[in-house]
């Protein structure tokens, strides 16, 4: 699958088209197929997300994951500081990212 | 230290204001990002792996206690509680807001500090010796030269879009401490024969994908023309540096095609014209810029001896302070490594408490050195043991100045959107593994230098031991090098090999010193021994 990541324009919070807006949360991203060129260029000139692409992503029980290993960590947060990471309190949070 | 004047503030201050407004306008859509970048960029804002960063400027790498507490403050205000000191002796906060960040540039103002030169193809901050103004063996404080030429440098309309980044380091001292001849230019300030102060040019240094060790093209510029000669050299490197390609932009690539010979040939032909137009500032502007950086008010006649009975406290004397020139006191380094600690950070606490001791104890100075750590210059050697205590009560007190546990690392993939591997995790598995401080002891100086990426910002090349994260395949993946070096001693590490895994290149570490303590002689270093036996015995224990 296809999902679309950037970050927040006034934050710099990493984000993920959910299919109708972003969200902080990578289990939400949407699936965009071969739309992703036209709803970056629409939401960057919306000023909705800055820096956005297109990458690889995988369905898997627990929800939709980056394949690589970079988006991981964008999605989860630094591996070095579990107190910053977007669900500090999920002890197996980063098992999914390395 | 530097106190700005009226144009100083008045310039920081307009760029304050300009960027607020830059910003402003990217807000409500008048600006595209495609034009903004460059704009945020020239104010030290990137966009990074999870959020804006931001870079401060630490001009060569000179604090006063009130700047160091803003920092602390500004990582609680627009952080999260902590900062990042840099290899470019700079400081980073990782989670900024873009509406913010004209606040927090204000902030910095009020203290005369900015973000400028920390980021773009123009003259980067300039870098220079942590331990300037203190050490016993320098011949001159190179601070004002190194001011000098940052207010040369300082929106120097000419050199505002170099063919890449520039980076420049001063040092008056035999032993290097800043990494000199790995800059794209490094100056050395020597004596002549007739007991002038000249500047030395070495050109053409640099990490990165392309590893260079400057060649040395002058040996001795008079200070009445340090800053046309500068000039100089720049202006061959604006006209001829290539522009078509960024791997091959930097000043090292031209210096290394054209070969030193014709390199020099042309800035010297350039100085020539140069010295015809009457560029160089007046030296009685030398002068005014060298009354910032006299001496603090040392008392004489204080007592060299110490009390070194507290056994830990013995071992952080032994290890992280140096020779004064100044009898009676000594200079003290802060490790920011401790024992499974992601290296260069320090919580906003910790940042505001190292600002009030050296308010206390160290005449309101602090340094940040390329090395990750901070300095207090001039410590009485009767308030070390003082000094120490609240340190260590604050988890600053490790004692590992130059050991295996002092290991720079980028930030690598945990934070860098360029990097293609985890530093941080290897430098903090690495420093649990070689803890004791008996085994660091037994290993002796071991500098150890981890890059996420081949754009080397974690200095891989110039470690005795150097570890590369690479991305293979989607997988990280850590080349070693042995037997880099930056000071005196300059050399480039070697690959040993086929790459490891993330746990596989912590053992290769291990084996290293292993072979190392097995061959060593006398009181021969982990480089000395290198130098002597080679790499066979390494690889053979490696991959053997």
């Known amino acids: 699958m296809k999902i679309l990541t950037g970050n927040d324009l006034k934050t710099g919070a990493v984000v993920w088209w959910d299919g109708e807006g972003w969200s902080l949360h990578v289990e939400q991203a949407a699936d965009v197929t071969d739309a ?39 999605a989860l947060g630094p591996t070095v500081r579990p107190d910053l990471t977007l669900k500090p309190a999920d002890p197996q949070a980063i098992d999914w990212v390395i | ?81 902590y900062g990042h000191f840099t290899t470019r002796q700079n400081i980073q906060y990782n989670w900024i807001k873009l509406e913010d960040t004209p606040d927090i540039l204000a902030d910095l103002a009020s203290v005369e500090m900015h973000a400028i030169q920390t980021s773009g193809n123009c003259i980067r901050n300039i870098s220079s010796d942590q331990y300037a103004g203190a050490a016993a063996d320098e011949i001159v404080d190179p601070r004002p030269y190194a001011e000098l030429l940052r ?7 000419e050199f505002l879009t170099l063919p890449r980044k520039f980076k420049i380091a001063v040092i008056a001292s035999e032993t290097d401490r800043a990494a000199m001849k790995l800059h794209d230019i490094g100056i050395r300030l020597v004596r002549n024969d007739a007991g002038e102060i000249g500047a030395r040019f070495y050109v053409g240094g640099g990490m990165g994908r392309t590893p260079m060790i400057a060649p040395l093209i ?48 042309q800035v010297e032909e350039e100085f020539a014209h140069l010295l015809t137009q009457g560029i160089e500032p007046p030296i009685a502007e030398l002068e005014r810029i060298k009354l ?45 490594k401790p024992v499974g600690g992601i290296p260069g950070d320090a919580s906003a606490d910790q940042i505001r408490l190292m600002a009030d001791l050296a308010r206390d104890y160290s005449f309101d100075e602090l340094r940040v050195t390329h090395a990750q750590n901070i300095v207090y210059p001039h410590v009485r ?46 430098a903090q598995r690495i420093s649990e593994l070689f803890a004791a401080p008996e085994k660091q002891a037994a290993i002796g100086e071991l500098k150890l230098k981890i890059s996420g990426c081949i754009n080397a910002c974690g200095h891989h090349h110039a470690g005795h031991i150097g570890i590369l994260g690479v991305d293979r395949k989607g997988v990280e993946n850590y080349q070693l090098l042995l037997g880099g070096s930056e000071g005196a001693d300059t050399s480039l590490g070697t690959i040993t090999g086929p790459g490891f895994d993330e746990a596989g290149i912590v053992n290769a570490v291990e084996k290293a010193t292993e072979v190392y303590l097995a061959n060593k002689q006398g009181e021969e270093r982990f480089l000395d021994t290198y130098h002597r036996i080679g790499m066979a015995p390494f690889k053979e224990a490696l991959y053997g």
Not at chain 2, 151 to 157: K, N, V
């Open chain 1, 36 to 74: 992703g060129a036209d709803l970056i260029a629409r939401e960057e000139a919306a000023r909705r997300v800055v820096g956005a692409y297109v990458i690889d992503g995988q369905n898997t029980a627990d929800g939709v994951r980056p394949a690589h290993i970079k988006d991981r960590i964008r």
């Open chain 2, 1 to 81: 230290m530097y106190k700005y004047d009226r144009y100083d503030q008045e310039m920081v201050d307009a760029r304050v204001a300009e960027f607020r407004d830059q910003v402003r306008r990217r807000l409500d859509g008048s600006l595209t990002e495609d034009q903004f970048r460059p704009l945020r960029l020239q104010n030290g804002l990137y966009l990074q792996l999870h959020a804006y960063m931001l870079r401060v400027a630490v001009p060569y790498g000179t604090l006063s206690s009130a700047q160091m507490r803003m920092l602390g403050d500004i990582a609680d205000k627009y952080d999260r509680g």
């Open chain 2, 151 to 157: 207010q040369w440098s300082s929106f120097h309309p």
């Open chain 2, 218 to 265: 002058r040996d001795f510029v008079p200070l009445d023309q340090l800053i046309t000669y500068a000039e100089a050299c720049l202006r061959v490197y604006n006209r001829y540096g290539r522009r078509d390609n960024k791997y091959k932009a930097r000043i090292k690539i031209l210096v290394h095609e054209l070969g030193r010979e014709e390199y020099t040939r």
């Open chain 2, 292 to 336: 910032y950086f006299t001496d603090p008010a040392f008392e004489a006649g204080l007592p060299d001896d110490l009390d070194l009975s507290d056994p830990d406290f013995r071992l952080w004397v032994e290890r992280n302070t140096q020779a004064h020139r100044q009898p009676g006191y000594a200079i003290a380094t802060v490790s920011l």
């Open chain 2, 381 to 426: 050697k009767a308030d070390l043991y003082t000094l120490w205590r609240k340190l260590d009560e604050a988890g600053l007190g490790t004692a590992n100045l130059d050991r295996i546990g002092d290991i720079i690392a980028c930030p690598g993939l945990d934070y860098c959107s360029l990097a293609n591997a985890r530093s941080i995790p290897v």
